[in-house]
């Protein structure tokens, strides 16, 4: 977890494979005495964004059972959501938080190549999670995007704990980095595709408690005309 150098009220939440920096360990001296039960923590949607078609369909729900099963182990529910075209974001239930899978390298980003993700956001304010494909891909030692039942079985399995890596940043990110587990800060093929994985206890805990005090999501209402379009320059700039 680093500040991001030019905004720095903007926190950047960057998970590394292999990085110099020493172990972070902050939150675990947080207090952990206000934890909510189970059944006042609302449910936290995931909005996946696969707008470039990135992400193989026959793993959509492997992933999706991998984020939502480390999150239920723990007493926390949370449903992922791939959103889909023709889809406005707000008939998607909230409390959510958006993840959009984008095909380009981290270094475009100005980060180390094997960053596989990063939480972008204002701690008050909400964070979205970027996933660096060919950064995932790397990692499980997958060159092209497999198409192979076993290979996909992989790629769900990590990218689900990638996914869920990140929303517990987003959630707690006070929390930083555990010694071992799901926040592991290497997360290394290995973890990212052995049998088992789990959330320690803290990061669970602190979890339930940044969803126990989120505010409830109120219903919204359609705007009275169509949203602008987004300027072509920007369109541009995007492609
Ligand atoms: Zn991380």
Known sequence: MFRHPSTH?????????????????TGEAVSVARVASEREVPALHVLWHDAYGLFPAPAIDGMKLEVESLFSANGVR????????????????????????HPIEPRAWNLEKNVMAAAVGEPDEGFTVFVFFPAVLRTIG????????RGLASLSRAMGRVVAHEIVHVLA?????AP??????????KLLLRGELWLDGTSSRLVRVALSRRPRPTPRRRPERPPA?????VLRALR
């Open 229 to 233: 379009p987004v300027d072509e320059t």
């Open 142 to 149: 997958a060159f092209t995007v497999p198409k192979t039942p």
């Open 173 to 177: 990110p006070e929390r930083g980095h």
């Open 180 to 189: 071992a587990g799901l926040m592991a800060e290497r997360l290394t093929r």
């Open 78 to 101: 949370v449903e992922l959501h791939p959103t889909k075209r023709g889809q406005a974001m707000s008939d998607y239930p909230r409390p959510s938080v958006n993840v959009i899978l």
């Open 9 to 25: 009220r903007t926190l950047l939440l960057a998970c590394f494979l292999f990085t110099l920096a020493p172990l972070t360990a």
